[in-house]
């Protein structure tokens, strides 16, 4: 079954210590993204990458770091929590194809909640 | 800055009826748009996209508008079921921009009344 997996999917932690939220695709998508989803705010994308150690910013990456060693996995990295980041986050993956958009039929992730205290 | 935004947040209908869900964009530069359909406890599925060559396309019960004068986007569900209940969010790309994402739109809360 085609799939975006994230992990985990409820995490509670403390501002400061460091902490990696897994994201791992079995499409083999070339591009794949961070999201961040808050109330009345939608969503906002955090990084993205292209392919394989290319990665880019996104609207929000303050307080964010992405690596993208293998084109199935692409973990979010939280080096030094803060309550401000305590939200929904969802990954996605897409196909990019000759010519087409990059978040074309963009396949989401079941979220992670994430609460930094 | 740019923004996609959804005139209503909450959108009550019968079910049986038809539900129509805006959404106003500002980036005159886009021309991709996608509609997205977020259920409870789940992440954003897609429903259907339209290209800014377009001004309709349609899918299995659902039909997207385009109007690029007023920068105007629609999705149109018919005889709307129980298990259309979501948010739906709007997204719009750039494809020729600098940054290489989509920007969602705050998100319309669809319910359906029995």
């Known amino acids: 079954e085609a799939q975006v997996t994230q992990n985990p999917r409820y995490l509670i932690t403390v501002t400061g210590k460091k902490l990696t939220v897994t994201c791992s695709q079995n499409?083999?998508?070339?591009?794949m993204s961070w999201y961040r989803q808050d109330p009345g705010l939608g969503l906002r994308q955090i990084y993205y990458?292209?392919?394989?150690?290319?990665?880019d910013k996104g609207d929000v990456p303050e307080g964010y770091k992405v690596s993208r060693k293998e084109k199935r996995n692409f973990p979010l990295i939280l080096e030094s929590p803060s309550p401000n980041q305590t939200s929904l986050y969802f990954c996605?993956?897409?196909?990019?194809?000759?010519?087409?958009?990059?978040?074309?039929?963009?396949?989401f992730g079941q979220g992670t909640r994430l609460t930094v205290v | 800055g740019e923004s996609v935004g959804l005139h209503l947040p909450t959108l009550s209908v019968q079910e049986g009826d038809n539900s129509i869900i805006n959404c106003a964009y500002s980036?005159?530069?886009?021309?991709?748009f996608i509609w997205y359909k977020q259920e409870s406890g789940k992440g954003p599925q897609f429903i259907i996209d339209?290209?800014?060559?377009?001004d309709k396309r349609q899918g299995q019960r659902v039909t997207v508008l385009l109007n690029k004068t007023v920068k105007h986007l629609s999705l149109q569900i018919a005889a709307t079921q129980p298990g259309d209940s979501a948010v739906y969010f709007c997204?719009?790309?750039?494809?020729?921009?600098?940054?290489?994402?989509?920007?969602f739109g705050k998100g319309t809360h669809l319910i359906i009344q029995p």
């Open positions: 980036n005159s530069a886009s021309d991709y």
């Open positions: 339209i290209r800014s060559n377009m």
């Open positions: 997204a719009e790309l750039d494809s020729g921009g600098g940054a290489d994402g989509l920007t």
């Open positions: 990458s292209m392919n394989v150690e290319v990665t």
């Open positions: 499409m083999n998508h070339e591009y």
């Open positions: 996605a993956s897409s196909l990019k194809g000759q010519g087409a958009p990059a978040d074309t039929e963009a396949f």
